[in-house]
């Protein structure tokens, strides 16, 4: 029976405070078979990860899958680097994007999309302190609109 649907197995927080998101990119990943079983036990991090463009193929570097716990001596490698399946256009778009200037690929979640796994990759620049700042003051202040206009509804004022 196959699996409908999108189930989050890992996201990165992180990486929306840290980085401003251009554009997103849905890739498969090539794993072996204690990974996804692995994963199915909704294990994963990608705290660390990033994703490299080497001789027209993209990779994820240090990501987490933490072996499998029923695994034998066929066990995956925890960190290994795993290769990212796009198409060629896509993959050249990206290289001509990170060689550009100060972007770089960084994942945003991890998913399995009908059965199979799939990550959502951000081809992003990163913020500066100020940036961060602005953000977070920004979403403090439409939090603070919105709570007083819930207010006024409710006719507390």
């Not at 990170?98 to 992003?124: C, H, I, W």
């Not at 709570?147 to 509804?153: A, D, I, K, S, W």
């Amino acid at each position: 029976m196959k699996e409908k649907g999108r189930k989050v197995i890992a996201t990165n927080r992180k990486a929306r405070h840290n980085y401003a998101i251009i554009d997103t990119y849905e890739a498969g990943i090539a794993l072996v078979g204690t990974e996804v079983k692995s994963l199915r036990e909704g294990k994963a991090s990608l705290v660390d990860a990033f994703a490299t463009v080497d001789n027209g193929e993209v990779w994820l570097r240090s990501l987490h899958i933490p072996e499998y716990t029923q695994g034998t001596w066929t066990n995956h490698a925890p960190r290994r680097t795993r290769k990212l399946l796009l198409h060629k256009r896509e993959i050249d778009h990206l290289v001509g994007k990170t060689r550009e200037g100060n972007q770089t690929l960084v994942p945003l979640s991890m998913y399995f999309s009908d059965g199979k796994v799939k990550v959502e990759l951000a081809l992003a620049k990163g913020k500066q302190d100020y940036d961060k700042r602005q953000d977070l003051a920004k979403r403090t202040a439409e939090r603070e609109v919105t709570r007083e206009l819930g207010r006024r509804v409710k006719g507390m004022r």
